[in-house]
């Protein structure tokens, strides 16, 4: 390759990747929108929360091929023709918003439902509107929540980036006609390195970028938006009788968008689309949270009936059950076989960047910036490095699984665990514990709340990438395979235009996710609350 074309294949690569980033934008702008506006709505309308969350909670569980078969027939079909390339881009854009707007929806909630109580009795004494309260409280409170949760979304958005770009059913082709997941699939078809190569530096570059450029600015702007609020809110002359409530209240206020060792009923999300995501539900009451496992048990007794049902007169449908449970327990014992190695790695790398290096900002940025870099991205190089070794398929997935979870391990962990860091330290130099005695009754205990909540997160982010790890497909070309799996066989079904075994595969899915947050995540969960409460 000559001088010349190297200039403008670079040239061709930072117009697509430019594309794309402009597909992430206009996704994360919409959810951003959504999500505040759903997120507070939820929190402060009861009824409103009993509905919202479950749902959102349930569509959160859905991993990014379920929603092919809707936008190719709600948004794509309807612009075949002249429009056709407006279609795929308005689809591609809303494939992506999937995978974003379920953790910023729950990070905006936590944030409202966390509030104390003085500023609700305040804003009623003074009169304010509800347009008034919308400026002067609630985006104020929720603001370092939303950048918080929208670097999360970012990443997840990026992870399936290249799927959104390219998908199909059936003898349908939706590709992008710019875009880095298209530039990215026509060196994986025709082998050429330099291409994929200079591809994947350019999406570096990208990332870095937009972290130091866009996410840092934007997150030190609703640090300083919130403090210019709350110095707002000290200034207010209050009545006497209601002085000292209201410097309670601004003391509190001051704390918004750090991370509490427990919080009741919060929970670290996931990638549904990448992961389990923040929920709040123990926070609406005992009441609410008998609801919600009636909503839940509800959900699956009228599944297992509506299934019962659909096999007394469609008796194949057993057959496809029988498949899809086969291919469950393959993807079962890879997803927690992933998650423990990923315990392995992060447990002693968050125990290093809370309590042992005073250069955890650096190395926090530094993950930041290597998280945003998708696996999918990765998979082609990943898997050429490890063509022809033993058990090619299952170590190539194992690998995306685990590059898909350990992120929001560690991330967790050192949000849960950075607010105690200070006294903990203070209570390790006192007593002079060192060595394996820190480990085993300071650093281990205080990181716990954080792994489960980020356990949540993690295990449902491989479940999400099962679909890209399990089978990695490329205009045709087979990157990467298992023998079975369910994220295979999502897969296998949808590209044969079998949407009734993808529909079958999806809802046990579902099952499984529903039944695992409430007899397991939920109950350790529980358990860890009342021990560190």
């Given at each position: 390759?000559?001088?010349?074309?190297?200039?403008?294949?670079?040239?061709?690569?930072?117009?697509?990747?430019?594309?794309?980033?402009?597909?992430?934008?206009?996704?994360?702008?919409?959810?951003?929108?959504?999500?505040?506006?759903?997120?507070?709505?939820?929190?402060?309308?009861?009824?409103?929360?009993?509905?919202?969350?479950?749902?959102?909670?349930?569509?959160?569980?859905?991993?990014?091929?379920?929603?092919?078969?809707?936008?190719?027939?709600?948004?794509?079909?309807?612009?075949?023709?002249?429009?056709?390339?407006?279609?795929?881009?308005?689809a591609v854009i809303f494939l992506i918003?999937?995978?974003?707007?379920?953790?910023?929806?729950?990070?905006?909630?936590?944030?409202?439902?966390?509030?104390?109580?003085?500023?609700?009795?305040?804003?009623?004494?003074?009169?304010?509107?509800?347009?008034?309260?919308?400026?002067?409280?609630?985006?104020?409170?929720?603001?370092?929540?939303?950048?918080?949760?929208?670097?999360?979304?970012?990443?997840?958005?990026?992870?399936?980036?290249?799927?959104?770009?390219?998908?199909?059913?059936?003898?349908?082709?939706?590709?992008?006609?710019?875009?880095?997941?298209?530039?990215?699939?026509?060196?994986?078809?025709?082998?050429?390195?330099?291409?994929?190569?200079?591809?994947?530096?350019?999406?570096?570059?990208?990332?870095?970028?937009?972290?130091?450029?866009?996410?840092?600015?934007?997150?030190?702007?609703?640090?300083?938006?919130?403090?210019?609020?709350?110095?707002?809110?000290?200034?207010?002359?209050?009545?006497?009788?209601?002085?000292?409530?209201?410097?309670?209240?601004?003391?509190?206020?001051?704390?918004?968008?750090?991370?509490?060792?427990?919080?009741?009923?919060?929970?670290?999300?996931?990638?549904?689309?990448?992961?389990?995501?923040?929920?709040?539900?123990?926070?609406?009451?005992?009441?609410?949270?008998?609801?919600?496992?009636l909503v839940k048990y509800g959900i699956?007794?009228?599944?297992?009936?509506?299934?019962?049902?659909?096999?007394?007169?469609?008796?194949?449908?057993?057959?496809?059950?029988?498949?899809?449970?086969?291919?469950?327990?393959?993807?079962?014992?890879?997803?927690?076989?992933?998650?423990?190695?990923?315990?392995?790695?992060?447990?002693?790398?968050?125990?290093?960047?809370?309590?042992?290096?005073?250069?955890?900002?650096?190395?926090?940025?530094?993950?930041?910036?290597?998280?945003?870099?998708?696996?999918?991205?990765?998979?082609?190089?990943?898997?050429?490095?490890?063509?022809?070794?033993?058990?090619?398929?299952?170590?190539?997935?194992?690998?995306?699984?685990?590059?898909?979870?350990?992120?929001?391990?560690?991330?967790?962990?050192?949000?849960?665990?950075?607010?105690?860091?200070?006294?903990?330290?203070?209570?390790?130099?006192?007593?002079?514990?060192?060595?394996?005695?820190?480990?085993?009754?300071?650093?281990?205990?205080?990181?716990?709340?954080?792994?489960?909540?980020?356990?949540?997160?993690?295990?449902?982010?491989?479940?999400?990438?099962?679909?890209?790890?399990?089978?990695?497909?490329?205009?045709?070309?087979?990157?990467?395979?298992?023998?079975?799996?369910?994220?295979?066989?999502?897969?296998?079904?949808?590209?044969?235009?079998?949407?009734?075994?993808?529909?079958?595969?999806?809802?046990?899915?579902?099952?499984?996710?529903?039944?695992?947050?409430?007899?397991?995540?939920?109950?350790?969960?529980?358990?860890?609350?009342?021990?560190?409460?």
């Amino acid at each position: 390759m000559d001088f010349i074309s190297l200039i403008g294949l670079i040239i061709i690569l930072v117009v697509d990747t430019a594309s794309s980033w402009l597909r992430m934008f206009a996704a994360l702008a919409v959810s951003v929108v959504i999500s505040v506006s759903v997120g507070i709505y939820a929190a402060t309308h009861r009824k409103a929360e009993r509905m919202i969350l479950p749902i959102v909670d349930i569509l959160q569980t859905l991993p990014i091929l379920a929603f092919f078969p809707l936008v190719i027939a709600i948004i794509v079909i309807p612009f075949e023709g002249t429009y056709l390339s407006l279609g795929i881009n308005l689809a591609v854009i809303f494939l992506i918003i999937t995978s974003m707007i379920w953790n910023i929806i729950f990070g905006v909630y936590e944030s409202i439902k966390t509030l104390p109580q003085e500023y609700s009795e305040l804003s009623k004494l003074y009169g304010l509107t509800r347009l008034e309260r919308l400026e002067k409280i609630y985006i104020p409170a929720c603001m370092p929540r939303v950048v918080e949760q929208s670097v999360l979304s970012w990443s997840i958005g990026l992870f399936y980036l290249v799927t959104s770009e390219i998908f199909s059913t059936g003898s349908a082709n939706y590709t992008v006609k710019i875009g880095i997941g298209s530039a990215i699939a026509s060196p994986i078809i025709t082998g050429n390195v330099i291409s994929y190569a200079l591809a994947l530096v350019i999406f570096i570059l990208f990332v870095v970028v937009t972290r130091l450029f866009f996410f840092k600015p934007w997150e030190e702007y609703a640090t300083r938006y919130n403090k210019h609020v709350e110095e707002k809110t000290s200034e207010i002359k209050r009545p006497s009788y209601v002085q000292e409530m209201g410097e309670f209240g601004t003391k509190l206020m001051k704390r918004l968008g750090s991370e509490r060792l427990v919080r009741i009923g919060s929970r670290l999300t996931r990638s549904r689309k990448g992961g389990r995501r923040i929920s709040g539900y123990a926070d609406a009451g005992k009441d609410y949270d008998e609801l919600y496992r009636l909503v839940k048990y509800g959900i699956i007794a009228v599944i297992i009936l509506v299934a019962a049902g659909v096999v007394a007169l469609r008796p194949y449908l057993i057959g496809y059950e029988a498949m899809v449970l086969q291919a469950l327990v393959f993807s079962f014992a890879r997803v927690w076989l992933t998650f423990a190695i990923s315990l392995s790695i992060g447990i002693p790398v968050c125990v290093y960047l809370i309590f042992l290096t005073r250069h955890n900002s650096k190395y926090l940025m530094f993950f930041q910036i290597l998280s945003s870099i998708p696996a999918t991205i990765l998979l082609p190089a990943i898997a050429n490095a490890l063509r022809g070794t033993p058990a090619y398929g299952e170590v190539v997935a194992l690998i995306v699984f685990v590059l898909s979870s350990i992120w929001y391990i560690i991330f967790s962990t050192m949000n849960v665990a950075k607010t105690l860091q200070p006294n903990i330290l203070e209570v390790k130099n006192i007593f002079g514990v060192k060595g394996w005695e820190a480990w085993k009754k300071i650093y281990f205990k205080a990181i716990i709340p954080g792994l489960i909540t980020g356990g949540i997160t993690a295990v449902a982010a491989e479940w999400n990438a099962s679909i890209v790890a399990e089978s990695f497909t490329v205009g045709g070309t087979i990157v990467s395979h298992v023998g079975m799996g369910l994220g295979e066989l999502l897969d296998a079904s949808l590209a044969a235009n079998n949407l009734v075994l993808m529909f079958v595969a999806l809802i046990n899915l579902t099952v499984m996710i529903i039944l695992l947050n409430t007899f397991v995540w939920k109950r350790l969960y529980r358990r860890v609350s009342r021990i560190y409460s």
